[in-house]
């Protein structure tokens, strides 16, 4: 899933620097309206259904195909919301273009409901690989189609054309993979159970979505589309550890605490070596977005996106600390508890609502990611102490975890930039490579030399792939 998961990010990466060349801000401004209405509609799209069908023990044959009658049938009722809706929706942002926007993008709401059944039961299985194959045919279609149709001049329209192309690749996907076929058959009873499971759940979407949205929509509404256009892509790039390592740990460890949940300790230690793990991708990644998101604005774009460098040096917080809580919601979802993120998330949702437009108004896009940064900290940190009275761990047991990657990753962020400070010329496309290549050299001694555990994991796997390779030259 992880490696999958890493190549369509670095595709969907790659695209989003190319969009940012091809087109001008008020183009992804308006693409971010359109998203984040989308978006909204579509939280209500399953209810939970998807996370109810993992946890679901009882009734494996009745419950997947109960719930493959309902989403579809939810996802059409709210195409004909966006559709009415969307004049509405433009005259609150101003701007006239939002309306058709809107009503084409909501069709993927359509598309991704007939795939999310088979999707699920993947995941259920613990089966990544073919659900990670699947999403990957999403992002690198997106990212082709958008920035074909970019070059040859349909501005914000190659976004929406490759959201729904994306879609579409995902759900053909899904359904070739797939060896499960539904049967025409609802259970009342499992469809109540279901739903009473997934209130929490969806619930705890809702919260999340206008957490992670409040902010494009205020400023949208207060500012200008260029603002909202710097901030939409100054949070893309910044979230880098949240989305190419969150959304891969929350969605496998799910399935995976399910299994462990009756057992305190194996729960335990599950969630300690997925700390861990996260630690070592994220903390140098947000180090390194940091260190480094001056000097790659400029090399690429000159001063076109000068104005989303601090917001990028401020969100890359905000994107860690989601980062490394993403493992904790799979706990409480595995333990039967999802109220617990649904009633910290709304307190940090009320800390933004309250507090967003005096930030906005006062500072612009600068208050704005201050004010990510603390509700995002303070939700970790409330999570966390929730979890420590369902594992039973020690506040040690976590900074034994954090503490030498979070050194690590500021040594091996501090001296390149010190170095190339001295000895390279300043915003030059050499000293940004000698930066990435010394820092990744950097951790990777400094790993290797403290972290004993990973030197045999990583001697153990070279061994075994040498002597599979020696196998097959002695059988050829």
Same mark, same amino acid.
């Given at each position: 899933?992880?490696?999958?998961?890493?190549?369509?990010?670095?595709?969907?990466?790659?695209?989003?620097?190319?969009?940012?060349?091809?087109?001008?801000?008020?183009?992804?401004?308006?693409?971010?309206?359109?998203?984040?209405?989308?978006?909204?509609?579509?939280?209500?799209?399953?209810?939970?259904?998807?996370?109810?069908?993992?946890?679901?023990?009882?009734?494996?044959?009745?419950?997947?195909?109960?719930?493959?009658?309902?989403?579809?049938?939810?996802?059409?009722?709210?195409?004909?919301?966006?559709?009415?809706?969307?004049?509405?929706?433009?005259?609150?942002?101003?701007?006239?273009?939002?309306?058709?926007?809107?009503?084409?993008?909501?069709?993927?709401?359509?598309?991704?409901?007939?795939?999310?059944?088979?999707?699920?039961?993947?995941?259920?299985?613990?089966?990544?690989?073919?659900?990670?194959?699947?999403?990957?045919?999403?992002?690198?279609?997106?990212?082709?189609?958008?920035?074909?149709?970019?070059?040859?001049?349909?501005?914000?329209?190659?976004?929406?054309?490759?959201?729904?192309?994306?879609?579409?690749?995902?759900?053909?996907?899904?359904?070739?993979?797939?060896?499960?076929?539904?049967?025409?058959?609802?259970?009342?009873?499992?469809?109540?159970?279901?739903?009473?499971?997934?209130?929490?759940?969806?619930?705890?979407?809702?919260?999340?979505?206008?957490?992670?949205?409040?902010?494009?929509?205020?400023?949208?509404?207060?500012?200008?589309?260029?603002?909202?256009?710097?901030?939409?892509?100054?949070?893309?790039?910044?979230?880098?550890?949240?989305?190419?390592?969150?959304?891969?740990?929350?969605?496998?460890?799910?399935?995976?605490?399910?299994?462990? /949940?009756?057992?305190?300790?194996?729960?335990?230690?599950?969630?300690?070596?997925?700390?861990?793990?996260?630690?070592?991708?994220?903390?140098?990644?947000?180090?390194?977005?940091?260190?480094?998101?001056?000097?790659?604005?400029?090399?690429?774009?000159?001063?076109?996106?000068?104005?989303?460098?601090?917001?990028?040096?401020?969100?890359?917080?905000?994107?860690?600390?989601?980062?490394?809580?993403?493992?904790?919601?799979?706990?409480?979802?595995?333990?039967?508890?999802?109220?617990?993120?649904?009633?910290?998330?709304?307190?940090?949702?009320?800390?933004?609502?309250?507090?967003?437009?005096?930030?906005?108004?006062?500072?612009?896009?600068?208050?704005? +990611?201050?004010?990510?940064?603390?509700?995002?900290?303070?939700?970790?940190?409330?999570?966390?102490?929730?979890?420590?009275?369902?594992?039973?761990?020690?506040?040690?047991?976590?900074?034994?975890?954090?503490?030498?990657?979070?050194?690590?990753?500021?040594? /091996?962020?501090?001296?390149?930039?010190?170095?190339?400070?001295?000895?390279?010329?300043?915003?030059?496309?050499? /000293?940004?490579?000698?930066? +990435?290549?010394?820092?990744?050299?950097?951790?990777?001694?400094?790993?290797?030399?403290?972290?004993?555990?990973?030197?045999?994991?990583?001697?153990?796997?070279?061994?075994?792939?040498?002597?599979?390779?020696?196998?097959?030259?002695?059988?050829?």
């Amino acid at each position: 899933m992880g490696g999958t998961s890493f190549f369509s990010k670095l595709v969907s990466f790659a695209s989003t620097l190319l969009l940012a060349k091809l087109l001008v801000p008020y183009d992804i401004g308006l693409m971010a309206i359109g998203s984040l209405v989308i978006a909204s509609i579509g939280l209500f799209r399953d209810l939970g259904l998807s996370r109810a069908l993992i946890f679901e023990r009882n009734d494996l044959d009745e419950a997947p195909n109960t719930a493959f009658f309902l989403i579809p049938s939810l996802s059409l009722g709210l195409y004909f919301i966006a559709f009415i809706s969307a004049p509405f929706i433009a005259s609150f942002f101003k701007d006239q273009h939002v309306t058709l926007i809107v009503r084409v993008l909501a069709f993927s709401l359509i598309l991704s409901s007939f795939g999310e059944v088979p999707a699920t039961l993947f995941e259920k299985d613990i089966d990544f690989r073919k659900k990670s194959l699947a999403e990957a045919s999403n992002l690198i279609t997106y990212g082709i189609v958008s920035v074909f149709f970019a070059f040859l001049g349909f501005s914000y329209w190659s976004m929406v054309i490759g959201q729904i192309s994306g879609e579409l690749a995902r759900l053909i996907s899904v359904w070739r993979i797939s060896t499960w076929r539904p049967r025409f058959r609802f259970n009342k009873a499992v469809a109540r159970r279901l739903l009473h499971y997934g209130k929490h759940v969806v619930g705890t979407g809702v919260v999340h979505f206008a957490i992670r949205n409040i902010d494009d929509a205020f400023i949208g509404r207060v500012l200008d589309k260029a603002a909202l256009g710097a901030y939409y892509f100054a949070y893309q790039i910044a979230n880098i550890p949240a989305t190419n390592v969150s959304n891969v740990v929350g969605r496998v460890m799910f399935p995976v605490y399910s299994q462990l /949940s009756k057992d305190t300790y194996d729960l335990r230690n599950a969630f300690f070596k997925t700390l861990k793990y996260t630690a070592l991708i994220s903390l140098p990644l947000a180090f390194g977005i940091i260190a480094l998101s001056r000097e790659i604005m400029i090399v690429l774009y000159q001063d076109k996106w000068i104005a989303a460098v601090f917001p990028i040096q401020i969100l890359a917080v905000f994107g860690l600390a989601r980062s490394l809580g993403s493992g904790m919601g799979g706990v409480f979802m595995a333990v039967g508890k999802p109220d617990i993120m649904w009633k910290i998330s709304f307190l940090q949702f009320l800390i933004l609502a309250f507090f967003l437009y005096p930030a906005v108004k006062l500072y612009g896009i600068i208050g704005v +990611c201050v004010l990510c940064d603390l509700s995002m900290l303070f939700s970790v940190v409330a999570h966390y102490l929730k979890l420590k009275g369902i594992l039973k761990n020690s506040h040690r047991d976590i900074l034994t975890i954090i503490a030498p990657i979070f050194v690590f990753s500021f040594v /091996s962020a501090a001296i390149p930039k010190l170095m190339a400070g001295i000895f390279l010329p300043r915003y030059h496309a050499l /000293s940004l490579a000698f930066q +990435c290549g010394l820092m990744m050299t950097l951790y990777a001694l400094q790993l290797l030399t403290y972290d004993k555990d990973l030197r045999e994991s990583l001697r153990d796997r070279l061994r075994r792939t040498s002597i599979s390779t020696l196998k097959e030259k002695l059988l050829q």
